[in-house]
């Protein structure tokens, strides 16, 4: 009999690729010869633009750093230069119809001095995430075959972006001048319901102020939420989500009288992310054909949906590892631009990595810097599988424990992603094969420890049905059963 088989066909939207890609952008400072030292330099990025091509993404976005120096005089100041840049990625599997999101990291950067002018060199990381429209196609019927049908949830991603404004009034006593700002955004939560996506999250703001002519660092986290319209988000599911600082602008109004500084700080943040929607559908996941071998293809979907969000603070502290000679000879005056990178083990739980920051010290009457790594180890409880992990840090505090040791503390706000990928497997295709012999009038299985009667079923060669009335035992076997079938002459 030959094999008919009805097929559904659908279309989803599904995550294509995850590219990284490295670009260096130099920003070019002419302070003249009273500058002695760059200190230390805090680059802003902010995306652009993210087209996708026939096998290219192209994107583009604007640095803006802000270095801070020491004057002959061992006095403090900043200057600011921006610069716009655009690069790109290829992949073979990036068509135009596909939408991407681009989010930009510094990983590093560094000064160099040319002449009379500074160089600052940073090379910006782009995470691309490209979605994109798939087909996919299941087994609904069949007929000359027996097949295996189960309800399997088919997903396809939602992807939503938008922007959002932050505002923040606090004073800072005796606070003279505000040199420099730095500031990280990270999301807490983000949920899905009744048409929109409701995001919560904290800026992490660090100024570098001058309070009695001395520098002091003030840290401040700022609450914000937004709220995207999303025709999709109608279940309540959780969403995972990126926020990045587009604009950023710290002023500050001083009272001389009165001691006190006044501090207004505006931001504009821009979001993107991605849920899951869900349908059921019964689909053949297994399939077999009495009297002829079966050749079957299949298409197996795991989907990286977001099961949980949970936020940790943690405390660390200890030893640290600085890139310059320090003694009691030097007087630590402030840190400044605390970074974190990390790296996550899902066997153990431990979050291992860094805090990196610019301590800012004196020597002899002259103001220097060097970059120090507090190394840390923290065990997130309840994580497991995790998605992703992001983080930010504030309150760093710095010492000398002995001459030419140094030690630090500081604190963590982390936010893990926990990961519940999703996964189906079903048949695509289904064609007959080469022709069986007649079977034996008597067949013995010897089956083994869990069989079930679907297993058995298809190493007889019988419908389920026919196994189950022929044998009689209960399934899933224990494995020290002997099924015996009969199979009547046919005349």
């Not at 000064?111 to 090379?123: E, I, L, Y």
């Not at 959780?238 to 604009?247: D, F, H, N, P, V």
């Not at 002829?292 to 989907?303: D, K």
């Not at 840090?393 to 706000?413: D, F, H």
């Amino acid at each position: 009999m030959q094999v008919k088989a009805e097929y559904q066909s659908e279309s989803y939207i599904k995550e294509i690729a995850v590219l990284t890609s490295r670009s260096a952008v130099e920003c070019r400072f002419s302070f003249g010869d009273g500058v002695s030292e760059v200190l230390a330099v805090s680059p802003q990025l902010s995306p652009e633009g993210c087209e996708v091509t026939s096998g290219r993404v192209n994107y583009g976005g604007r640095l803006v750093c802000t270095a801070v120096y020491s004057d002959v005089n061992g006095k403090l100041g900043r200057a600011q230069k921006g610069a716009e840049f655009s690069h790109y990625a290829d992949d073979d599997r990036l068509a135009p119809a596909q939408q991407a999101f681009l989010r930009l990291s510094c990983e590093r950067a560094s000064v160099r001095r040319d002449g009379s002018a500074f160089v600052v060199t940073a090379v910006v990381r782009a995470d691309i995430y490209v979605y994109g429209s798939a087909e996919r196609s299941y087994i609904t019927a069949a007929e000359g075959a027996v097949c295996r049908f189960e309800p399997l949830k088919l997903l396809s991603a939602v992807t939503f972006s938008g922007e959002s404004e932050v505002e923040d009034d606090f004073d800072a006593a005796g606070v003279e001048d505000i040199l420099s700002h730095d500031a990280k955004a990270i999301v807490t939560d983000c949920r899905c319901g009744g048409g929109e996506v409701r995001i919560s999250g904290e800026i992490y703001l660090s100024l570098l102020a001058v309070r009695g002519s001395e520098p002091v660092a003030l840290d401040r986290a700022i609450p914000f939420s937004a709220e995207i319209l999303c025709d999709d988000a109608i279940t309540p599911v959780r969403a995972m989500c990126c926020a990045q600082l587009k604009e950023v602008s710290v002023s500050a109004t001083v009272n001389e009288e009165r001691g006190r500084c006044g501090i207004n700080f505006g931001a504009s943040l821009s979001f993107f992310g991605c849920f899951y929607s869900e349908h059921e559908a019964a689909a053949a996941t297994d399939a077999f054909i009495t009297d002829a071998e079966c050749a079957l293809s299949t298409c197996s979907e795991s989907v990286p949906a977001c099961g949980d969000i949970r936020v940790y603070t943690e405390r660390v502290g200890g030893p640290c590892a600085v890139k310059a000679k320090i003694d009691y000879s030097c007087a630590f005056r402030v840190a400044l631009y605390p970074r974190a990178e990390c790296s996550y083990s899902e066997d153990t739980g431990m979050l291992e990595g860094a805090v990196n920051f610019v301590l800012v010290y004196s020597r002899e009457g002259q103001t220097h810097s060097a970059e120090v790594a507090l190394p840390f180890s923290v065990k997130l409880k309840g994580v497991g599988a995790c998605a992703s992990i992001d983080m930010a840090v504030n309150n760093v505090s710095v010492r000398q424990r002995a001459e030419g040791e140094c030690e630090a503390e500081a604190s963590l706000k982390i936010v893990a992603v926990l990961s519940a990928p999703q996964k189906c497997s079903y048949i695509t295709e289904l064609a007959e094969g080469e022709k069986c012999g007649e079977p034996s009038a008597i067949t013995v299985l010897i089956p083994s420890a869990g069989e079930t009667l679907w297993s058995a079923a298809k190493r007889l060669k019988m419908p389920p049905e026919e196994v189950a009335e022929a044998c009689g035992a209960s399934f899933p076997l224990k494995g020290d059963e002997r099924i015996v079938i009969y199979r009547p002459k046919k005349c």
